[in-house]
């Protein structure tokens, strides 16, 4: 009790300081480090909620030894203190020193949220969704899509009274299954391929590196664990077989242009050329999952752009594989043919976790309206069990980031020379939703 008091008087001392002639807040580089502690403190509370941290080893020391202890109230209070100190702050427009209050403002914002969530309010997925990551998605009537699946099921081969079009489907996909035993080359190929692809483009310092492993048992498809120094540590997720096309996704996604390029010139750009050490954290929860995972998204189709994904998987990574990829110029009128049930996964989100279908109901309709597996609905699931509307910054966030890259004059895409550069400003500026949309 004593201790809440303590900070309830703070957080009144701070919020009161404008109004007291001669006090100043602190400087924003002293206030960043607090951002910092506060973010790490959180951390603990929450396993998986600090993404990357390669700032001060001491603020996270500090955070493991001090802050078991701490409520999430108080937490909450030192958030509030924050955000109001710098609320004080009034840079001139379009400063640095402007652009580092924005941004430390907006991630104490969704750390707000997610505290909320922490101290076990109930808040519907739209509103979580935009209270996290600075987009409210849409949900779609399911019926809607119809004419999608009616428009599949003419391109899927199979007698539809043998089996129900989502089986045929994944028949038919499962031909293109990576062997197990020739995975790990496959994959090494993609990912040297998608940085000989993104290099010219994006000159990285000459140290940056990653390791990369297969791994199972996890709730998502790939991850990047970046460790600071320009190095990443790259798992990717095989507990469901993995198909062809899935080994350039995952190269550009985790590594080249995607994860650990953006983290590499967040590094480079804004923490070693600027000092701004608040960027050595990346909170899971936050508007800038957005940017980090809709420009990984997106990213696929920079450093591929057309037909020529199908061409390298059809020329080298089939052949490698030891898989016949003669039809694939069909498969891939299937996958662009999918891309029209996407609206499906934020219905099936919110219905699932705010508790309007029952989690059998979900599978079912998942596997009827996205044609996925069993398998892969269940799947599925298990990355919403854990990350909740963390599954809206994918197709949200390429849309968002695609759409900025792509604009040009009088409707017409812009040059691909002019899409490289502008991707390279979204990863390494402090960039946020609003600054997109």
């Known amino acids: 009790m004593i201790r809440s008091a303590f900070l309830a008087a703070a957080t009144l001392a701070l919020t009161s300081c404008a109004t007291v002639p001669g006090i100043q ?74 652009e580092r209050v924005r941004y430390l403002r907006a991630m104490l914002s969704s750390a707000r949220v997610r505290l909320r969530m922490l101290r076990g309010e109930e808040i519907p997925f739209q509103d979580e969704a935009e209270g996290l990551f600075g987009v409210r998605p849409e949900l779609i009537d399911l019926s809607t899509l119809d004419p999608v699946l009616a428009r599949i099921e003419e391109l899927v081969p199979g007698d539809p009274s043998d089996a129900p079009l989502n089986e045929r489907l ?43 492993s297969l791994v199972t048992d996890k709730p998502w498809g790939g991850f990047n664990y970046y460790q600071g120094d320009y190095h990443s540590v790259i798992e990717i997720n095989t507990d469901l077989p993995t198909r062809l096309d899935r080994a350039v996704d995952v190269g550009c996604h985790e590594a080249y242009p995607g994860h650990h390029v953006y983290s590499t010139l967040i590094e480079r750009d804004r923490v070693n050329a600027l000092g701004q050490v608040e960027f050595t954290l990346l909170p899971l929860y936050s508007p800038r999952a957005i940017i980090s995972e809709g420009s990984a998204e997106y990213g696929v189709k920079l450093a591929f752009p057309g037909d020529s994904q199908m061409e390298y998987e059809r020329d080298v990574l ?86 900025a890259v792509e604009a040009g004059p009088n409707g017409e895409a812009a040059d691909m020379a002019t899409r490289w550069q502008r991707f390279i400003g979204i990863l390494s500026t402090p960039t946020l939703p609003e600054d997109l949309m």
């Open 170 to 212: 994944n028949a038919y996909q499962d031909r293109f299954i990576i062997p197990n035993n020739r995975l790990r080359a496959v994959i090494d190929a993609a990912v040297a391929e998608c940085r000989a692809r993104t290099l010219p483009h994006i000159p990285l310092p000459e140290s940056e590196s990653f390791d990369l």
């Open 25 to 98: 807040p602190p400087a924003l580089d002293v206030l960043a480090r607090d951002y910092l502690a506060i973010q790490l403190a959180i951390g603990e509370k929450d396993p998986g909620y600090v993404d990357a941290y390669y700032g001060p080893p001491e603020l996270a020391e500090r955070a493991a030894a001090r802050d078991a202890e701490t409520t999430l109230a108080e937490l909450q209070a030192r958030v509030v203190a924050l955000d109001a100190t710098l609320g004080l702050i009034r840079p001139d427009p379009g400063t640095l020193e402007a």
């Open 318 to 403: 089939a052949p490698l594989a030891g898989i016949d990829a003669s039809d694939i110029e069909q498969y891939y009128e299937l996958r662009e043919a999918l891309k029209g049930l996407s609206g499906a996964y934020y219905t099936l989100a919110a219905a699932y976790l705010d508790e309007t279908m029952t989690r059998e109901e979900v599978i079912e309709a998942s596997m009827r309206y996205r044609l996925m597996s069993r398998e892969r609905a269940e799947q599925s699931l298990r990355f919403m069990d854990t990350y909740r509307s963390y599954v809206i910054n994918y197709g949200l966030g390429e849309q968002i980031v695609g759409a």
